[in-house]
């Protein structure tokens, strides 16, 4: 065996057999420091025969690498093992940092999610005021004064005979005032009724109401559309079931209820939405507050439907009591967050 | 509420009711309809030999054989008569009763409790029956059993307020026929135009009476009491509630007056302004020209399809009965009854529009009945007054439209069989008939209209009944989606699920707080609009800021022990004297700025007006200028540019409801902000060259604030100044005297320049001449 080949058996073996970092550091030094094995054998070289000195220089510089390799991998080994040392009484089991996020009122989660749903369909938001005309609450909408449907018992007066809206129809009226058909709306906001407050009924509730008004609007439209959100609402298998119902506005009127798995006491119908197809005498009324004939009952058709958030959300996140929604306890909040 | 013994077998499981239109609200069984359960006599009683709180019975149960049972009650004797239930019985709750051994005792049944037979909430004894009630009979014999339906009846469907009415309605959807045994015309009284007059013949077009007379009142016989009872109506006497009795059985309300109390004929006409009336209730109304009454000679004796007279009244002493069938106008009976404040089952179904056809029907029916419980004999004539109103107007259908509007083709055939069953004649049908503005050919027919179906008016009413009877389960759902552009609703929206997406980052969550406020807050509500009809104190008045309603959120949330308090509202306020509405978003904190016990959090600290300050800049850029507000310790107005938009601060202690830490509170107004944000980000080029940061510390006099020291070093204008930072600040305390106080601030300044890397040099220049503004402009005494 050539001496260098006995220097590099020498030199692996003690970098493998090197208990710590610093006899390694020694092992380095010997063998590749200034004045250590190798640098010696380099000098040495000078003095071999010409025929001998390439080969020994090729000799070397693989010595010089290998060694260098095998001390670098033995010392990120001893890096290695140090770190872990370091970590190895962790407990990670310990709870990890968290930074204190807020909640989205369920009521607005509702909101939200709803609104998404009739987006995906096509349908852009719209507004209208709280404070409304007894007009466009009641007579626009089909039912005058001594209407057995127009409850003023129920209803909140201003002093000046305006009143607090009973419900989100009257964007109906407001947005067929503003812009000629076709028409694909849904207006989501408060509504007020006078009633006695208790576990299902606010003096303030809240409401996403729909109008769609184009040629040849039909109830397969509107079955089709209420269906569709339903069912993204409460699950692909939810039963929807159109009821025949009254409202002065449309006619025909439903009401609409649903079975589904994924709501407590599935075997339930639960009456969740008010609709219909807009009756002719409210494209009238709009006509006669526009002065002109834009919404012709002849030409055009529609429907609308009002959804209640309030009752929504609480069939849905299984939420017993509407007062809940007003109090604002962050326990209940931070529970949909 | 509906008694529906004698409904179809198919439509006694109402599954299908609800979806025809009639919704059902509850269906409550009475009575006791067991099979095996019957009536038995306990004819001995001796104490169990193994229980003490067991008896062992004999009883007769009329089979001839006596049975043995054993029983735990304790309220029964010996001769009593009891419910027993033979082995083979299953009773309510699924009990299922067989022969056993209870405690070594042959029991051949059981001896019932009210419970047990759901007829009462009592679980303690026996139900004790009657000494004549009939041994061996089955228990269904006492207790028949029935079924009370509550039904929500739509404000169209006035027809439907009564049995005959909803037994019609079924016969038609399940294609039935129905016939009406009570309203024969045997007997029919002759009409007579005088006895009675009409001064007011729009409020009320016709109006009649009978006289009956030698009637004996008192107590309804008992299937009388039971029948109006079991809808919930007091039985009063038998002329009353037979009066009760025919307007649920037919919906047209009679009234009985004492003929003998009455001065002179009877007339209808409009009340005097001020007129006095007393009323069945007790009370006494003054009333108005809007008011129609009947009145006799000298007085009011009853306000028209609302109530009737106290004076006037049936008592236990009448002799002889007016009995009045009219027909009044639905409007005038729903604003008497309202005005007035007093709703009756007589003024419910006038309001909604009773059948004029069923006026003489009516009257016949209660006649009939009067004489028949007590024993009274007709005149043969009827006093009436006006016309019978007509019968409403003809409506007309085309095919093609019904098919349109429902979305499915519904053969003309089928629509008329259904229109048909309804109670609608045919007075035309025409084909190819040029309809419409577009003079389009059409198939159509006009139908006429039963007198009872007044709700039906245009060709959409007709539609809806096709539809309600054909079924709205045929017509399958379409889609009708389309492309809608963004409206302005839209961009609000939109910028408001932002806003919140980020405040809840920052770990403020929703509060929604009522547009209504109390009384309590109104005198702090400057000139908020109150309503003119509160129904509680909590909700009198629209508010004119969201800021108490949050806070109130606050205090509740403190009594809740809760830590942390960080909560913000986006709502409408109600600008007076209009109401304007007003966007505006609100934000609250109080309390620890983490309140999760976290192990490796830093130490405690109250949240206060920097983190107010910190919230706020989520939403926007705002500069803050302090200012004076009462119920504030510190106060500042926050503006955009140059809008003022709201204001800010820490509350003082005395408006704070005694948290025991600051109690800080923002509202901004929301238009302003959502204008200013529309415009897209556009990009900026990602620096290249490195960045040099050089500190300067410095003491100030406590009078100096950041932003005149940021002002000063700003106005250097130094080009290769990028960013100035404040990362320490602290007031010097070992001071001997406040005014030698000098406050401690660091910043850390960045200088680059976007083309090349930057000299040491140039950099410790452009900071010598920083440091030195400093020094100069505000007398700064810079630290190294």
């Not at chain 1, 119908?269 to 834009?294: I, K, T």
């Not at chain 2, 305390?733 to 680059?752: G, M």
Request: glycine share 8%; with cysteine; net charge negative.
């Amino acid at each position: 065996m050539h001496p260098l080949e006995q220097l590099r058996e020498d030199a692996l073996a003690q970098i493998a057999s090197a208990p710590d970092e610093r006899a390694l550091e020694a092992v380095r030094v010997k063998f590749l420091g200034r004045g250590g094995s190798v640098a010696q054998w380099s000098d040495k070289m000078k003095s071999l025969p010409n025929e001998e000195k390439p080969v020994v220089g090729k000799l070397l510089n693989e010595i010089r690498a290998a060694v260098t390799a095998a001390i670098g991998i033995r010392a990120e080994n001893f890096r290695a093992e140090k770190e872990s040392a370091a970590v190895a009484n962790i407990d990670i089991s310990l709870p990890g940092t968290s930074h204190e996020r807020g909640a989205i009122h369920p009521l607005t989660q509702m909101l939200d999610h709803s609104i998404a749903v009739f987006r995906r369909m096509g349908f852009a938001l719209a507004e209208g005021p709280d404070i409304e005309t007894e007009w466009h609450c009641f007579d626009a909408l089909n039912t005058p004064a001594d209407h057995p449907a127009r409850n003023e018992q129920d209803t909140f007066y201003l002093p000046d005979g305006r009143l607090l809206r009973t419900h989100t129809s009257t964007v109906q009226i407001r947005t067929m005032e503003a812009a000629a058909p076709p028409i694909r709306v849904i207006a989501p906001g408060a509504a007020y009724r006078r009633d006695e407050v208790d576990a299902t009924h606010g003096a303030q509730f809240h409401q996403i109401e729909g109008l769609y008004v184009d040629e040849k609007v039909s109830v397969a439209d509107l079955k089709g559309t209420l269906e569709f959100f339903l069912r993204e609402l409460f699950g692909a298998d939810t039963a929807v079931r159109f009821r025949p119902h009254y409202f002065p506005f449309t006619e025909p009127s439903f009401e609409i209820d649903v079975k589904s798995s994924a709501l407590k006491g599935g075997e339930q119908w639960v009456e969740v939405c008010g609709c219909g197809m807009v009756h002719p005498a409210v494209f009238e009324a709009v006509n006669q507050s526009r002065r002109d004939n834009a919404y012709d009952p002849e030409k055009w058709t529609g429907f609308a439907f009002g959804l209640g958030m309030d009752r929504l959300a609480m069939i849905l996140f299984d939420i017993p009591d509407i007062r809940l929604f007003a109090q604002n306890d962050l326990r209940f909040l931070r529970q949909f967050a | 509420m509906w008694s529906c013994r004698q409904a179809s077998k198919r439509w006694r499981n109402f599954s299908q009711w609800p979806t025809a239109g009639i919704e059902i609200e509850a269906i409550e069984k009475r009575g006791a309809d067991f099979d095996h359960v019957v009536i038995a006599q306990i004819d001995e009683s001796k104490p169990h030999p193994n229980a003490d709180r067991l008896t062992v019975c004999v009883v007769d149960d009329g089979s001839g054989t006596k049975r043995q049972i054993v029983c735990g009650a304790k309220n029964y004797k010996v001769g009593d008569k009891v419910p027993l239930a033979l082995p083979g019985a299953e009773l309510t709750g699924g009990l299922k009763i067989r022969a056993s051994k209870l405690r070594g005792v042959e029991s051949e049944g059981m001896l019932c409790s009210p419970k047990e037979l759901g007829i009462a909430e009592d679980a303690a004894g026996l139900l004790i029956l009657s000494p004549e009630a009939k041994i061996g009979a089955p228990i269904r014999d006492l207790f028949s059993p029935d079924t009370v339906l509550d039904v929500e009846i739509t404000p169209n469907r006035g027809d439907l307020l009564n049995h005959f009415g909803l037994a019609r309605e079924i016969a038609a959807l399940t294609n039935k026929t129905i016939r009406l045994s009570s309203t024969s015309a045997d007997g029919a009284p002759a009409l007579q135009k005088q006895g009675v007059g009409i001064s007011a013949s729009r409020e009320c077009p016709f109006y009649s009476a009978r006289r009956i007379e030698n009637v004996k009142v008192g107590p309804s016989p008992d299937w009388l009491r039971a029948k109006i009872e079991s809808v919930g109506i007091r039985s009063v006497n038998n002329v009353v509630d037979v009066s009760n009795f025919v307007m649920l059985e037919l919906g047209q309300p009679t009234h009985a007056f004492d003929a003998d109390k009455l001065d002179g004929d009877l007339n209808v006409r409009l009340a005097r302004d001020g007129e006095k009336f007393l009323a069945l209730d007790g009370k006494m109304y003054a009333l108005t020209p809007d008011n129609l009454i009947i009145a006799d000679d000298k007085r009011a004796v009853g306000i028209a399809g609302v109530m009737g007279g106290e004076e006037s009244g049936v008592t236990a002493s009448t002799k002889n009965v007016l009995l009045e069938s009219a027909y009044f106008l639905p409007a005038s009976v729903r604003r008497t009854a309202r005005d007035l404040n007093l709703p009756s089952d007589a003024s419910y179904r006038f309001e909604r529009g009773v059948d004029p056809q069923m006026i003489f029907a009516a009257s016949q029916r209660a006649t009939k009945l009067i004489c028949e419980v007590a024993a009274a004999t007709p005149v043969g004539t009827i006093a009436v007054a006006g016309e019978v109103p007509p019968n409403p107007p003809d409506v007309s259908i085309r095919y093609r439209r019904a098919d349109e509007l429902l979305g499915i083709h519904i053969e003309p055939a089928t629509a008329d069989a259904i229109l048909t069953r309804f109670g609608l004649r045919i007075v035309k049908q025409a084909s190819n008939l040029p309809v419409g503005s577009d003079r389009k050919l059409e198939t159509c027919a006009t139908w006429k209209i039963p007198s009872y179906r007044r709700d039906l008016q245009r060709e959409v009413d007709l539609i809806e009944e096709i539809i309600r009877a054909h079924g709205i389960e045929k017509v399958p759902g379409e889609d009708r989606s389309r492309f809608t552009p963004l409206s302005a609703a839209d961009r609000n929206y939109d910028f408001e699920a932002k806003l919140r997406r980020d405040l809840v980052a920052l770990g403020l969550s929703e509060a929604r707080t009522s547009s209504l406020i109390a009384r309590s807050e109104v005198a702090r509500a400057n000139g908020a609009i109150q309503l003119r009809n509160p129904l509680s104190e909590d909700h009198v008045a629209l508010r004119t800021t969201l800021t108490p309603g949050l806070l109130a959120a606050v205090e509740r949330n403190i009594r809740a022990g809760a830590e942390r308090i960080a909560l913000f509202e986006i709502g409408n306020i109600f600008t007076p004297p209009t109401g304007e509405q007003q966007r505006k978003l609100t934000m609250a904190l109080c309390g620890q700025a983490a309140s999760l016990k976290n192990w490796r959090a830093q130490k405690k600290r109250a949240l206060d007006f920097f983190d107010l300050r910190g919230a706020l800049n989520a939403v926007g850029n705002f500069e803050f200028r302090r200012s004076k507000q009462s119920g504030f310790a510190l106060s500042a107005e926050i503006f955009h540019g140059s809008d003022r938009i709201g204001h800010g601060g820490q509350l003082s202690s005395g408006s704070s409801f005694g948290a025991t830490t600051a109690v800080l509170v923002a509202e901004i107004d929301l238009a302003t902000i959502a204008q200013a944000t529309e415009h897209a980000e556009r990009f900026k080029e990602i620096d290249r060259y490195p960045a040099v940061t050089r500190d300067v510390a410095m003491f100030v006099g406590p009078e100096v604030t950041h932003a005149e020291i940021v002002g000063v070093i700003a106005a250097a204008n130094e080009p290769l100044l990028e960013k100035v930072e404040l990362f320490d600040l602290f007031m010097e305390n070992d001071a001997k005297e406040l005014s030698q106080t000098r406050k401690s601030l660091a910043y850390s300044l960045t200088y680059r320049d976007k083309n090349r890397t930057l000299t040491n040099e140039e950099v410790s220049a452009a900071h010598a001449r920083i440091r030195e503004r400093l020094r100069s402009d505000i007398g700064a005494e810079l630290r190294e």
